[in-house]
């Protein structure tokens, strides 16, 4: 399931999966981001050794095809990578790669992104192997970002863009209890031709006020 944005260039959990949050925004994520951690999956601050596994993973036709762009290269990646702790230590973005338990290596990476002053509203992100598809991983691993973006970062608002014909990608953010606001007509091109995108939001009343649903296996269409 993918539902990207740039810069990519330049979108059964057995117990509780959410981390410990003060309640209160803080700044430290800026100088470390923690480890966010469930029996399931770890997200960590994506590294230069990321770059060839997850080019890899990711730039398989079934992933690539919803993303708005790729780096081409293991070095063009590991320039990405620079440039995403850069914009980390500047406060304007974060980008989380996934380790299922018992791995060692990422299989997807979810991006987060400053759209206002403050990190008040915000857009995320994801990409995720396709092997991983239908296994629950991306819904654990999706609320320990969602947990950290409106615990830790403070984010008032989060926003997704989703192609139309990215049925797994709309559907994984309806099941994590995202609105759709509208469509977005012709505003994703892709290999030449623009496509419309479903524009959906969270807001941290959402996410912190209503039990989240227990996760569903989601699967192809």
């Known amino acids: 399931m993918e539902a990207g944005f740039s810069p990519l260039e330049s979108s059964s959990l057995a117990g509780d999966a959410r981390p ?3 309640g209160s925004r803080t700044t430290d994520w800026r100088q470390s981001v923690p480890v966010l951690t469930s029996r399931g999956v770890s997200l960590r601050e994506v590294t230069r050794q990321d770059a060839s596994p997850l080019l890899a993973a990711l730039s398989t036709q079934d ?3 919803f ?3 790729l780096p081409a290269t293991p070095d063009a990646f590991v320039r ?3 440039w995403t702790h850069q914009q980390r230590a500047a406060g304007q973005y974060v980008c989380l790669a996934v380790v299922p338990a018992g791995m060692s290596t990422a299989v997807g990476l979810f991006q987060v992104r400053s759209t206002e002053t403050g990190f008040s509203t915000a857009e995320w992100g994801f990409a995720l192997a ?3 598809w239908g296994t629950g991983l991306f819904v ?3 609320r320990l ?4 973006v409106f615990g ?3 984010v008032r608002r989060l926003e997704a863009r989703a192609c139309l014909q990215n049925r797994r990608g709309n559907g994984a953010l309806r099941k994590l209890g995202a609105t759709p606001e509208g469509v977005l007509r012709g505003s994703f091109l892709w290999q030449g031709t623009h496509h419309d995108q479903m524009l959906w939001s969270i807001l941290d009343s959402d996410w912190n006020g209503a039990a989240v649903p227990p996760p569903e296996v989601i699967r192809s269409p």
């Open 80 to 82: 990405f990578v620079t």
């Open 67 to 69: 993303l708005s762009l």
């Open 130 to 132: 396709s092997p991983f």
């Open 140 to 142: 654990e691993a999706a």
């Open 20 to 22: 410990a949050s003060s």
């Open 152 to 154: 830790t970062i403070g």
């Open 63 to 65: 992933v690539s095809r």
């Open 145 to 148: 970002v969602g947990d950290f």
